[in-house]
């Protein structure tokens, strides 16, 4: 059974930087990669960033483009997201989670089958 923990989530002021990880256990009998998504409160999960498992295709939201980097270390079993110039509408709980399938859309939550639990960030003005 897969697990996946994410952490390095906190409070930070506008302009500073997070780095989250999501250090992935569990057998597998396949790996499609991972993504990560958030969700702010009172709005719906949207997705973030997306890799898959030799990083050979990575995926944005094209609105955090050049300020959200994804990347992992397959040594260590986790997936990062870092995170540059972050805004107080970042605020929200990041979640990382395991792609279900090799068809599966990248872009959309219906695509994953495992989450973690989230790790929460907050911007402040």
């Known amino acids: 059974q897969v697990q996946l923990v994410e952490s390095g989530g906190g409070l930070v002021q506008a302009g500073g930087s997070l780095r989250l990880s999501c250090a992935v256990s569990?057998?597998?009998?396949?790996?499609?990669?991972e993504g990560w998504f958030r969700q702010a409160p009172g709005k719906e999960r949207e997705f973030v960033a997306a890799i898959t498992w030799n990083a050979d295709g990575i995926y944005y939201a094209e609105s955090l483009k050049g300020r959200f980097t994804i990347s992992r270390d397959n040594a260590k079993n986790t997936v990062y997201l870092q995170m540059n110039s972050l805004k107080p509408e970042d605020t929200a709980v990041y979640y990382c989670?395991?792609?279900?399938?090799?068809?599966?859309?990248?872009?959309?939550?219906?695509?994953?089958?495992?989450w973690g639990q989230g790790t929460q960030v907050t911007v402040s003005s």
């Open positions: 989670a395991k792609r279900s399938g090799f068809y599966s859309d990248f872009r959309s939550s219906g695509g994953y089958g495992t």
């Open positions: 569990g057998r597998t009998f396949a790996n499609y990669g």
